[in-house]
C-alpha cells in the first residue's frame, strides 16, 4: 500500500510583514507534518506555493526551510524515479528530491512570469526541493505501486482549454494516475466572460485530478471518469462564506498495487484563525447609526470566541445613506481600534447614498465580478484596442509583475523581448 499526501495553496509571503504574516508558514507547517506523520510516500501541490510572483528572500527562505522536512524524513524504502515526460531528467535533482518525501509542485496564477524567466516553483525545484511540472509528467515507484503524476500550471483562462489540448497528457499503464491543475472550473468555480475550463474538458484515463485555485474543498466524480478533489487552501485569504464553512485540511490518497486507487482521507488543520462573517444592513442611515451598528456586529460575534488564535472577522456593511451623505462620511477608526487588540477586522463598505449615481465602470465591474489580475489584462487590451495598437496584454501585465520595465518598452516598441 502507498499514500499521496495533497495540499495546495499555501500563499507563502501573503500579508508579509503583517499581523498575518506568519499564517502560511504555520498553516502549510501542520499540513506537511501531518502529511509525513500520516506516512505518506509522495506529496503533491497544486499550485500559488507562493502568494507572488518574485517572492522576497526571506519569504523563499521560509520556505525552502519548511520542504526541507519533507527532505529530512528518511524512509525505509524510497522513492524511484522511474520515467520522465516532457522535461529533461538532469531538471531534477534526484538526490536531494528524492531523499525523503518528494514534492512535486506546479505553479499557480500567483507565480505566473513571461515565457522565459524563472518561476519560484522551477527556483525550487533548481535547490532540490521540489519537482517542478508544466505540461510534463513523471512516473514514480511509491512503496511498490506505480504511480504517475502530471501537472500543467496555471495559465490565463481563455487559454486553459487549448493548453490542456495541445499538451494532450497521456496516462501511464499499470500505474495510479494523478493531474495536477491550477485553474477555474465550472461549476466549482467561475470568474469574467471567458471561457474556462469544464469537467468535459478534462481527458480520460485519470484517476484523480486534483485542481488548485479553488480555496475550499471540492470533491466530485468527473463526467469523464475519475474523481474530482480540490484541496482548497490552507491559509484564509478570500473570506468567503465557504472558507468560514468548510475548514481546511490536507488529504491523503490511499492506493495499492492490485487495486489502484483507493479513499481520499481528510487530515483537518487545526491551526488557522477562527473566521467570522458578519454582514450588517443599514437603510437610509447617518454615520453614527452605522458606527453603532458596526460596534454592536462586532461584540456580539466576538463575545463568546475563544482560544490562542485572534480571530478573523470581515464585516460587510451594505444598504443606504441619507441624503447628502457618502460613505466617506462613514468613519469606522475608532470602533476598528477598540476591537483591535480581539480579531483582526476587515470592513468591507457597500454603501450608497440616495443622491450617488453608480458609474458604467463601477458596474460593469461588478457585474463581471472578474478577479483583479483578468481585470488587469482585460483593461490592457481594451486601452490597446482603442489607441489601435497591437500590443501582447499578458506580455506586458506580466512583465509589469515582474517590475521589468525594460522589457515592457521593447515589447511596446514592437521588439522580441
Known amino acids: ?13 501573503y500579508d508579509f510583514g503583517g499581523p498575518r504574516g506568519e ?39 521560509g520556505a525552502m526551510r519548511l520542504f526541507s522536512r519533507a527532505v529530512l524524513a528518511r524512509r525505509k524504502r524510497p522513492v524511484k524515479l522511474i520515467e520522465v515526460v516532457g522535461k ?11 531523499a525523503g518525501v518528494p514534492i512535486i509542485a506546479i505553479h499557480g496564477t500567483h507565480e505566473r512570469r513571461p515565457k522565459g524567466q524563472l518561476n519560484p516553483i522551477q527556483l525550487m525545484e533548481k535547490a532540490g526541493f521540489v519537482i517542478a511540472l508544466h505540461c510534463q509528467s513523471v512516473l514514480l515507484d511509491v512503496g511498490g505501486v ?85 484541496p482548497g487552501s490552507t491559509v484564509l485569504t478570500q473570506l468567503r462564506a465557504t472558507e468560514r464553512d468548510i475548514p481546511k485540511a490536507a488529504f491523503a490518497v490511499e492506493m495499492t498495487k492490485k487495486k489502484g486507487m483507493g479513499e481520499v482521507r481528510r ?10 462573517l458578519e454582514t450588517v444592513k443599514v437603510k437610509g442611515a447617518g ?12 461584540a456580539k460575534a466576538l463575545k463568546d470566541v475563544k482560544g490562542d488564535r485572534m480571530p478573523l472577522v470581515r464585516v460587510k456593511l451594505e444598504g443606504t445613506l441619507k441624503d447628502g451623505i457618502t460613505p466617506r462620511d462613514v468613519q469606522l477608526g475608532e470602533t476598528m481600534e477598540a476591537f483591535a487588540d480581539r480579531a483582526l477586522v476587515k470592513v ?70
Open 146 to 230: 506505480l504511480v504517475g503524476v502530471h501537472g500543467m500550471g496555471g495559465v490565463p483562462e481563455r487559454f486553459a482549454r487549448d493548453v490542456l489540448r495541445k499538451w494532450d497528457p497521456r496516462s501511464f499503464d499499470g500505474a495510479v494516475n494523478m493531474l495536477l491543475l491550477h485553474q477555474n472550473l465550472s461549476p466549482y468555480l467561475y470568474t469574467g466572460d471567458e471561457p474556462g475550463l469544464e469537467g468535459e474538458d478534462l481527458p480520460k484515463g485519470f484517476d484523480l485530478v486534483v485542481n488548485g485555485h479553488i480555496h475550499w474543498e471540492v470533491q466530485d466524480e468527473l463526467p469523464r471518469g475519475g474523481r474530482l478533489l480540490c
Open 348 to 417: 468591507d463598505k457597500k454603501l450608497t447614498g440616495a443622491d450617488m449615481e453608480r458609474s458604467k465602470a463601477h458596474r460593469a465591474v461588478k457585474r463581471k465580478a472578474a478577479t483583479l489580475d483578468e481585470l488587469a489584462r482585460d483593461v490592457l487590451r481594451t486601452r490597446a484596442k482603442e489607441m489601435g495598437v497591437k500590443l501582447d496584454a499578458d506580455a506586458v501585465f506580466d512583465r509589469l509583475l515582474a517590475n521589468d520595465v525594460e522589457g515592457i518598452i521593447a515589447l511596446v516598441e514592437g521588439e522580441d523581448a
Open 287 to 298: 454615520p453614527a447609526q452605522v458606527v453603532r451598528a458596526v460596534h454592536k456586529a462586532l
Open 88 to 98: 529533461d531528467r538532469d531538471d531534477v535533482t534526484e538526490e536531494i528530491a528524492l
Open 1 to 13: 500500500m502507498a499514500r499521496v499526501g495533497v495540499f495546495s495553496d499555501t500563499h507563502f509571503g
Open 267 to 276: 487530515l483537518p488543520l487545526a491551526t488557522p484563525r477562527p473566521f467570522i
Open 23 to 61: 499564517d502560511p508558514f504555520v498553516q502549510a507547517a501542520e499540513a506537511l507534518d501531518l502529511l509525513i506523520g500520516d506516512k505518506c510516500g509522495l506529496v503533491l501541490h497544486a499550485g500559488d506555493l507562493f502568494d507572488r510572483p518574485v517572492p522576497k528572500p526571506d519569504v523563499l527562505g
